[in-house]
């Protein structure tokens, strides 16, 4: 039962243009999210986070937007490098079981010259 | 830091072998947690261990597959027997709070 779904496999910007990550979530009760960014052959690595008392979280590059009524969040990236080619991965906890993340699959990130 | 730890980094065993894998979190970290990759299934949630103690081990595919931490320094995954469905990418990771989990590069697990 995937409770956490990114439902774009991959995505194309050309450098320097906004990149735009979008992840739904069916379980109401998560209450914090994170998005992590993995590159082949290396695990994944945190990029930002976001609680559900928040709907917006911002660093540098990054922003994470939460919508909680339609259980949904995006990442933004502004503006695109040639670095952010990756594999972006959104993920969701529990307060009471908050080491269980929940993975979505996925959504590969290219970006062009 | 020398970040998260595991060893090795590809395996390949044959079906029937027993297979452990092994991870060092980093220092100070209280929290641990085994992933497996996989195309099907994507990361998946082993197990997770705080202060050394497993939490929730209902990620744990069968019994075949066990974890233990016997100190705060290292931990291992084994498989035994080992089966070809169990071929992924194991990751290890370390947290020392809510959320902000630490990996390693993963050890490739190839059974034929």
């Known amino acids: 039962d995937q409770q956490v779904k990114q439902n774009s496999p991959s995505l194309s910007v050309q450098e320097g243009r906004i990149s735009i990550l979008n992840c739904d979530y069916t379980n109401s009760m998560f209450d914090y999210f994170l998005w992590y960014k993995k590159y082949p052959a290396e695990g994944p690595t945190f990029l930002i986070s976001?609680?559900?008392?928040?709907d917006k979280n911002e660093d540098g590059r990054f922003t994470v937007f939460l919508n909680k009524s339609a259980k949904h969040l995006s990442l933004h990236i502004v503006p695109s490098q040639p670095g952010d080619s990756a594999v972006y991965f959104c993920a969701a906890s529990l307060t009471d079981s908050w080491g269980k993340l929940q993975f979505g699959a996925g959504t590969q990130v290219v970006v062009t010259p | 830091d020398a970040g998260v730890i595991q060893s090795p980094r590809h395996e390949v065993t044959e079906m029937g072998q027993e297979v452990t894998l092994r991870c060092k979190p980093i220092s100070g970290h209280n929290s641990l947690f085994w992933y497996r990759q996989t195309m099907m299934r994507g990361l998946e949630l082993l197990i997770y261990f705080n202060n050394n103690v497993p939490i929730d081990d209902s990620g744990m595919p069968e019994d075949r597959f066990s974890a233990k931490m016997p100190n705060a320094s290292f931990s291992t995954l084994k498989i035994q027997p080992s089966e070809p469905r169990d071929s992924a990418v194991y990751f290890c990771?370390?947290?020392?709070?809510?959320?902000?989990?630490?990996f390693g590069q993963g050890t490739r697990l190839t059974v034929v």
């Open positions: 976001i609680s559900s008392i928040k």
């Open positions: 990771a370390s947290s020392p709070d809510r959320g902000r989990a630490f």
